[in-house]
């Protein structure tokens, strides 16, 4: 990754925790699929996210705009 591609990242991350901590973050249906299919619970994500790393992410979505 270049040090674009991970500042982006970055502010991804910061962007969920943000929503986290303010008690507005939205989890889509596909969202709890994808975390069932891993079996990762709301609980565990939550939980680990101030420890989290970004690994992929799509910046370029219509949600993110």
């Given amino acids: 990754t ?3 591609e ?7 991350l910061d962007a969920v925790r943000e ?5 507005t973050v939205r ?4 969202g709890y699929d994808e975390l069932s299919d891993d079996g990762i ?3 565990d ?6 420890s989290a790393t970004v690994i992929e ?3 370029a ?3 993110r705009k």
């Fill in 57 to 59: 992410d799509y910046p």
């Fill in 45 to 50: 994500l939550l939980s680990g996210l101030n």
């Fill in 6 to 12: 991970s500042s982006d990242m970055t502010v991804t």
């Fill in 2 to 4: 270049t040090s674009r």
């Fill in 61 to 63: 979505t219509e949600r």
């Fill in 19 to 23: 929503l986290v901590t303010a008690g």
């Fill in 27 to 30: 989890i889509s249906e596909h």
């Fill in 41 to 43: 619970s709301v609980r």
